[in-house]
Nanobody
Framework: QVQLVESGGGLVQAGGSLRLSCAASGSVFAINVMAWYRQPPGKQRELVAAISSGGSTNYANSVKGRFTISRDNAKNTVYLQMNSLKPEDTAVYYC??????????WGQGTQVTVSS
């Protein structure tokens, strides 16, 4: 079992930046993919970005060029640097990890609000 704690959300004006962090604990040796999802108000949860244990990344088209996902394996932490934020980025952002045995764990979520 992997436990996740997110931090770094908040209120920011359009064009601003935020950095989200997600620290993992527990069975961290089993973690393969670390990812960020988001759920805008009234919409379904969607993948924002993911990074494999080898460092390969993929992004939703809507955030390419603006968001950067990274991970520090020594700290068991994944980050999401969000630049040039837009009001449509407003959502609850969730950290997710997938172990090599395909077990998934979620964080509690952190609110990001971008004002116009």
């Amino acid at each position: 079992q992997v436990q996740l704690v997110e931090s770094g959300g908040g209120l920011v004006q359009a064009g601003g930046s935020l950095r989200l962090s997600c620290a993992a604990s527990g069975s961290v040796f089993a973690i393969n993919v670390m990812a960020w999802y988001r759920q805008p108000p009234g919409k379904q949860r969607e993948l924002v970005a993911a990074i494999s244990s080898g460092g390969s990344t993929n992004y939703a088209n809507s955030v390419k060029g603006r968001f950067t996902i990274s991970r520090d394996n020594a700290k068991n932490t994944v980050y999401l640097q969000m630049n040039s934020l837009k009001p449509e980025d407003t959502a609850v952002y969730y950290c997710n990890v997938l172990t090599r045995s395909q077990l998934s764990s979620w964080g509690q979520g952190t609110q990001v609000t971008v004002s116009s």
